[in-house]
């Protein structure tokens, strides 16, 4: 099953995305994602793909998620995603020993809060908060990015703490995904996104900040913003 999968990726790589798709996840010496591959599938061809590949063994998986391309790895993250609803603790155990290679904002963004924050949410979340402190950027990532899965059920507890530990982290990713999980709460409940600011605002990032205030009106904005 995995080489019908890898051989259906290929026939839609596209070398001209690819070259776009390394410039814009900073696969250059030096930056976040330096050395990563690319062949150039869009998003939505990859979900297309992955729908049709649900069977395919943990196995393979390990294959496709330990692979040198980009898309590779997120297509195992998707299919793993989708796998969820029908083995849950296996899909959550496999993900988490598999972190070193969900090394990518995307990579993140499209997996941890279906699986970490899925699985987490009635459960004991001390797991989220050994990531946020870990060395590892994606890692931090996954910690904060998982707590969407609990904004969305209106549990905004484990954003805040989470959000606390972060904040003086000195990565732009980790500044962007706070700010954003920020913004989030406040699509459910404005006053409590609110509380957290005004406890915060004047030490948290600058990036932080816009990104959690980006929805408020102009007066708030300027605020918080001077």
């Keep these: ?47 297309n793909v992955c729908k049709k590949y649900l069977d395919i063994s ?14 590779y790895r997120l297509a195992a993250l998707i299919i793993l995603t989708l796998k969820f609803k029908n083995n849950p603790e296996e ?16 990579l993140v963004d499209v997996s941890a809060h279906l699986i970490v924050g899925k699985y987490l949410f009635d459960k004991d979340k001390k797991i989220l908060y050994k990531l946020a402190k870990s060395e590892n950027l994606w890692e931090k990532r996954i910690a904060i990015i998982s707590t969407l899965y609990f904004i969305g ?52 990032p600058r990036t932080t900040l816009r990104y959690a205030i980006e929805r408020f009106e102009k007066n708030k904005k300027e605020f918080y913003m001077n």
């Design 1 to 47: 099953m995995l080489n019908l999968l890898e051989k259906e990726l290929s026939l839609l790589s596209n070398e001209e995305r690819a070259k776009i798709n390394a410039r814009f996840f900073k696969t250059g010496k030096g930056q976040y994602g330096e050395g990563d591959l690319f062949i150039g599938i869009t998003l939505p061809d990859l979900r």
């Design 58 to 71: 943990f196995e393979d998986l390990s294959k496709l998620i330990s692979s040198k391309y980009h898309e």
């Design 91 to 106: 899909v959550y155990n496999f993900y988490l020993k598999n972190t070193k290679f969900i090394n990518n904002w995307d």
């Design 153 to 204: 059920n209106k549990q905004f507890e484990d954003t805040f703490k989470i959000s606390e530990i972060l904040l003086n982290d000195k990565h732009d990713l980790i500044h962007k995904a706070i700010g954003w999980m920020l913004r989030e709460v406040g699509k459910k409940d404005l006053k409590q996104e609110e509380e957290f600011l005004n406890k915060h605002y004047k030490k948290m």
